[in-house]
Nanobody, 123 residues
Framework: QVPLVESGGELVQAGGSLRLSCTAASGRTFNSYAMGWFRQAPGKERDFVGAISRSGGTTYYADSVKGRFTISRDYAKNTVYLQMNSLKPEDTAVYYC???????????????WGQGTQVTVSS
């Protein structure tokens, strides 16, 4: 088990910024996993947002967020971040972090999930 806890979601105006955090309970296991972010809007499927490799040296993003979102990880804090800039109303969703075996875009590629944090972007 790799308990993951997200935080940082809130209501923000369009054009604004937010930084989400996801902290793992275990540092040793955190270091062993690639970390991904997904989001799920009401009535829609859970979609890939982006991911960062175990080493932190490689990131990959969905086209819809490329250039606006940035993922980073802090090994000392066992935390992965999702910096979201130039937010749009269509970014409104519950955001989930996940720990997986590689830099993949599919839900099945991740073994552990957080409980999610709500991001609401008003127009």
């Amino acid at each position: 088990q790799v308990p993951l806890v997200e935080s940082g979601g809130e209501l923000v105006q369009a054009g604004g910024s937010l930084r989400l955090s996801c902290t793992a309970a275990s540092g040793r296991t955190f270091n062993s996993y690639a970390m991904g972010w997904f989001r799920q809007a009401p009535g829609k499927e859970r979609d890939f947002v982006g991911a960062i490799s175990r080493s932190g040296g490689t990131t990959y993003y969905a086209d819809s967020v490329k250039g606006r979102f940035t993922i980073s990880r802090d090994y000392a804090k066992n935390t992965v971040y999702l910096q979201m800039n130039s937010l749009k109303p269509e970014d409104t969703a519950v955001y989930y972090c996940a720990a997986g075996r590689g830099l993949v875009t599919t839900i099945s590629g991740y073994d552990y999930w957080g409980q999610g944090t709500q991001v609401t972007v008003s127009s």
